[in-house]
Nanobody, 121 residues
């Protein structure tokens, strides 16, 4: 199986920065898109950023100019650099990855366990 392990969440003051990491491990032939979602209490999960294996990144409007998604394909790891954090960024952040686990399979979508980001005023 495939596991996504996240790290880097925490408590930060408004205007501060955090960097989230998510490392995929297990049965992996290749990983296509990787990305980050977030979910605040009482709200639906929303896409934050996505990065294909090759190509342009995409961001939700509310984080453009503040967040940067990147990946290290050799390490099967995706990052989210979050700058100029705002209280409205407070949420559980979830990593996702489209993984081809075997040579004879298509891709499956996997999720991390979530890491909490709390931004204080």
């Amino acid at each position: 199986q495939v596991q996504l392990v996240e790290s880097g969440g925490g408590l930060v003051q408004a205007g501060g920065s955090l960097r989230l990491s998510c490392a995929a491990s297990g049965s992996i032939i290749s990983i296509n898109a990787m990305g980050w979602y977030r979910q605040a209490p009482g709200k639906q999960r929303e896409l934050v950023a996505v990065i294909p294996r090759f190509g342009r990144t995409n961001y939700t409007d509310s984080v453009k100019g503040r967040f940067t998604i990147s990946r290290d394909n050799a390490k099967n790891t995706v990052y989210l650099q979050m700058n100029s954090l705002k209280p409205e960024d407070t949420a559980a952040y979830y990593c996702h990855a489209d993984v081809r686990p075997t040579l004879w399979s298509g891709t499956n979508k996997y999720w991390g366990q979530g890491t909490q980001v709390t931004v204080s005023s």
